[in-house]
């Protein structure tokens, strides 16, 4: 079976530009999560997704937001990019929102210039 | 402050030390991940617990629910477990992540 796939892997961008991530799950799970990992950082939860629908949200602005779609898998959108944006952003998979061991995917790295 | 904090921030071990790694967390979780993060950025979850320990292979995790602190050890400590591990944990209704900032640890041969 394939693991959680991201795209794409490298992304440079612009400041003030608009990003989208995608993030593909294991096949079977319907959890999706995203995390920004600032370098040198530990991950920082954005959003968790389950059965389609927004069941976390971290402490980001509204300039970041995501979406899951019927297959399950999920687009994270950043709109007028920052700097302070650049990051590794991951995403993980599960089965369910309370017990699911979390599978991360490889990430994508983003670099706002 | 930090809902997770890890110490010690950089372990440096020579090869076949006994090593730990501790979380201490001041949220209610429903539960614990340990994870390792090889350098280019790719996570594999090692551990996820909610009571006792776990074993697998050289590591164990340990946690105590009741002092809000878990453990990492690795028995026997290789190269190949050169890696930061990170401490995340589960918030009780299970839609919140919190992250350690991770211990970066290098076994020397």
């Known amino acids: 079976d394939a693991g959680v796939t991201q795209s794409p892997t490298h992304l440079i961008k612009t400041r003030g530009q608009h990003v989208t991530l995608r993030c593909s799950p294991i096949?079977?799970?319907?959890?999706v999560s995203w995390y920004q990992q600032v370098l040198g950082q530990g991950p920082q939860f954005i959003f968790q997704?389950?059965?389609?629908?927004?069941?976390g949200r971290g402490n980001f602005p509204d300039r970041f937001s995501a979406r899951q779609f019927p297959n399950y898998s999920s687009e994270l959108n950043v709109n007028a990019l920052l700097l302070g944006d650049s990051a590794l952003y991951l995403c993980?998979?599960?089965?369910?929102?309370?017990?699911?061991?979390?599978?991360f995917g490889p990430g994508t790295r983003l670099t706002v210039t | 402050k930090n809902e997770v904090e890890q110490s010690p921030q950089n372990l440096t071990a020579q090869e076949g030390e006994f090593i730990t790694i501790n979380c201490s967390y001041s949220?209610?979780?429903?539960?614990l991940h340990w994870l390792q993060q090889h350098p280019g950025g790719g996570i594999v979850s090692l551990f996820m617990?909610?009571?006792g320990k776990k074993k697998h292979g050289r590591l164990i995790a340990t946690i105590n629910i009741q002092e809000k602190h878990s453990s990492l050890h690795i028995t026997a400590s290789h190269p190949r477990d050169s890696a930061v591990y990170i401490c995340?944990?589960?918030?009780?209704?299970?839609?919140?992540?919190?992250f350690g900032t991770g211990t970066s640890l290098t076994v020397i041969p």
């Open positions: 993980a998979s599960s089965w369910d929102t309370y017990t699911g061991e979390q599978y």
């Open positions: 096949s079977g799970h319907k959890s």
């Open positions: 997704y389950y059965e389609k629908e927004e069941r």
């Open positions: 949220v209610g979780i429903s539960a």
């Open positions: 617990l909610s009571s």
């Open positions: 995340a944990v589960i918030g009780v209704r299970g839609n919140q992540f919190y």
